[in-house]
């Protein structure tokens, strides 16, 4: 045998022996079943197939919080085990070199997550016994699965985040010569994996985040939801060419690691225990002689029943008052070492950096709200409600880290073997376990005021003053300190009954998992349809700077008291369950507990109980009274006279946030001026523009018709918008300007309980491009125009039934807000932009209330008959395939040969092709990406006709690209460009 299979074999074999690692396999066989569901009702559709072969890629990328801190966590005690045991005197006697030995436990700490992630991927095989769909194809059964796709995913996707998470771990752990290596590994790709989940749709296209995800799940899950439905059933999606690159910057990042580790280990030094706290040592016998002289100088003394002393291992000590003072005395200093020795700790320091690193990715793109007119969303301005709301995307991470420092804690004087010390003390549990919870209290406490300065610090360097102090205090103190120590209380009575930190650990990570899933599928958001769940407030993501939490405030308040109650009780059952020198089993933890109660632990239990009751009953006494939403900022009105024409209208604007008030001023002015003059006559005189609350962090606009002189701006649609970048200030003027036309377009039709789209979204939406562009230019078009493109492709992977045409949209639908415009846009690009716009105006004015059939064929009888063809684009579902083929160059000329193909679509994702008989803009780019020549071009369906088009040469000419904004649905964009080679 090879001597690196010695600890692999081993590492197995004890792992086999361990009922806790059969414990997470059964978790992760669940945690695969419940991926594979999420990511099924993520991606479902009336004809997607349970075992789609999309579903295994979207479920592999899609690791968890439970497999990430399993993988970890048994890696770092894998390779910890013999330096913790101590062992270094066989180690030298074992016939293996220090490299085979460290690659043995390598290779086992890797199989050991392989089978983790096998049993992950077996979760997933058994979502055809949740989901009543079909499975399959015809006439088969639900064992049918694509291997091909299963085996693909696993190789390309699985694996190497497992080898990823693996080898991170190892090398941090063994240059460390500590398990917080694992810990970092834990926390940072954590970290990394909760922000990229949401901030998906504001960093899916960014080519360097696709790069720097270290799980690959923002490439796959956009190849996965720009596919057609039948292709998600059928096809292994094509790997985007940045996966690869991501592939090898994450595997090459973790072997450089290793190499490193490679290079640093060996026995001495990994077996060189070093200084075990040597201030620690002093420090304990310091107060261990204070406490003794306490005890010597008391006159008198209670001393307590000591009959079960013959069933308890320790005595237990019952001071005198004078005796118990200087008790808590000494839990002070005990906790002030324990911090002492916290803060000396380099991971704590790493953790705490990433944690602001977290909150600035938050507060610069990563946590804002996606909306139905941008796929990408919108930045905020850093606000104090924003900034105070950091600590809900943040939770995890938190949990995560006050978990990991609770049980390192708790568990030091064992993993440092200082426990045959201080558990032979006469010290009583509750003064030690009190210390230490102390110094977990300071820690949150810093963790509390670390976001309160980080936040304080953005809101100060973007101008954003004056901030609410307020809010800052009952936020962070009521939802995040208090919190944080009910979670601390929670973790110290868990990991002080668990004789295994990682136990504990696991425990802790179900628990909070647990609570955080019930608390996400709560529909629910007022009171009393939320949940009562242990640490969560109602309503912390529905914070308005308008209403506040919508007279949920005082529940919240109550709700606070009665969890801090629990916590205290959960921390006063631990004094006495906490284990203290040979752990012994559940049965004789209990013996132990029912001899330690003495009167004054009851009575203060009995007042915990009580002290719980009350608040129960005072919630439910609020809950009986009626709450409404009240104002809790007044607003500011400045009115200002628009002329349009002859026409004066009056504009009055309603708000609390004045950043952005000049420039809604000015989008509501040049809306005003530019739809008069192709929509005519603004309907009223009079023009109220109202700063509203927002409904939840992922509100869009309301469906449906907007009252005539009246424009209701959400606080996180505008007003709060941060406008450094273009695309946020175009986004700020296309909501702006599209509410404005709907005054002419939508406000005057007829109310149905559905509204046609076309009518209500299509049509002002491809206006207010139309008139932002002219002020914002073609590059930010390109990118609006791209934006709805992903944002379409979004919607039709994840919808639910065969999508609409465009003509036949309801509104506030993707194919209304997202696809309409790029119909039009199409359009226009072939007809002109202004004699569609006209076109527009001219039917709305003569039909007021008109029907999208009826402007399908007026649009029909204005095109030529060239272009009739185009009415199409908004009754059918045209798809495109177009390539710049070879480009032949001559002295004065180029010749551009196109490859073409156009298909129809059936809403389900059959394509059928269709001859091509349409005109598509070609054009050549400078240098700068500027259009130089632009005509139109009709290329015909590849394979019939095979003719070169002819464009001119001029010197600055460096691209030749078809289709150059990117209007019309093309299924693969990266061959529409070439360039041009000089010869």
Known sequence: MYDWLIPVRFALRYQFRQPLFWALLALMLAQGALTALLTFHQLADVRLLTNAPVLFYGAFTNLGPLLITSVALLTGQTLLRDREHRVGTYLYALPLQARTYFLGHFLGTLAVGVLLGLSYTLGVLTLPIWINTPVGAANTTWTDFPLLALLDGFGWLLLPNVLIITCLSFALTALLRHIAG??????????????????????????????????????????????????????????????????LLWLGLSGWLLTRADARLSFPYWLDQGPVFPNLSRRWMQLMKSWNNTNKQADQGVVADTSFLASAPLPIVKPEVAGLLVSWRIVVRLAWTDVRWLVRQPALLVALLLLVLGILGYANGLGDVPTDALASGQRLLPF????????????????????????????????TNLWLLTDATPQPNWIRLLGKAGALFVLATALTVLIFLTGVYLQWSNGQTPIDWRLYATDLLADGLLRYAQLIALAVLVQSIVPNRFAGHLVLLIGLGSLAYLNSSTAATVWPNGQWLYSYLPGSDQYSELTGYRGLSAVRNGLAVLWSVVGAGLLLLATRLAQRGEWVGLPRLLTRFRASLTPTYLTILTLVVLATIGCIDWLYTLDNQTTTNTRITPYTTTTEQVSVGAQRINVQYHYVHPQNRAAIQLAVRRALQQGSRWLGTFPTETLHVTETPFTTPMAGPVAGLPRRGQIRLSEREGWMTNTARLTDAGWLDMAVTKQVLNQWLAAGLKPTPHPNGLLTDG????????????????????????????????????????????????????????????????????????????????????????????????????????????????????????????????????????VAHKYLDDGLGAMQERLLNDYVPLALLDNRGQVIHRQLVKPSTAGREDKAFWLPRPDNAVAVVIDPLGAWSDVNRFDNRKILVRR
């Open 182 to 247: 694992a810990y970092l590994t834990l926390l940072a790709l954590t970290l990394g994996s909760t922000l990229l989940q949401l901030g998906y749709s504001a960093v899916v296209d960014l080519d360097w985040m696709q790069v720097l995800d270290p799980f690959g799940m923002l490439a796959i899950r956009q190849a996965v939801e720009n596919l057609p439905i039948s292709d998600k059933n059928t096809t292994l999606p094509g790997w985007p060419a940045l996966l690869f690159i991501n592939r």
């Open 384 to 415: 104090t409600s924003r900034m105070t709301f950091v600590r809900i995307p943040m939770h995890l991470y938190i949990s995560l880290f006050l978990v990991v420092f609770t049980g390192e804690l708790l568990h030091r004087e064992r993993t």
């Open 763 to 898: 049509l002002a939406t491809y206006l207010a491009t139309r008139i932002v562009q002219q002020h914002r230019g073609d590059d930010w078009l390109t990118i609006q125009l791209a934006q709805f493109d992903a944002l379409y492709r979004r919607g039709r992977g994840q919808q639910l039934k065969r999508e609409p045409t465009v003509s036949d949209a309801p509104a506030a639908s993707y194919v209304a807000t997202a696809k309409a415009p790029l119909s039009l846009t199409c359009i226009g690009e072939v007809w002109g932009h202004e004699s569609l716009c006209r076109q527009i105006g001219q039917y709305h004015q003569q039909h007021p209330a008109g029907n999208p059939a009826g402007y399908v064929a007026a649009l029909h009888n204005a095109l030529p008959d060239s272009l009739r063809y185009a009415t199409t684009y908004l009754t059918e579902r045209p798809g495109f395939s177009m390539a710049v083929g070879a480009i032949g160059h001559y002295d004065d000329r180029l010749g551009v040969h196109i």
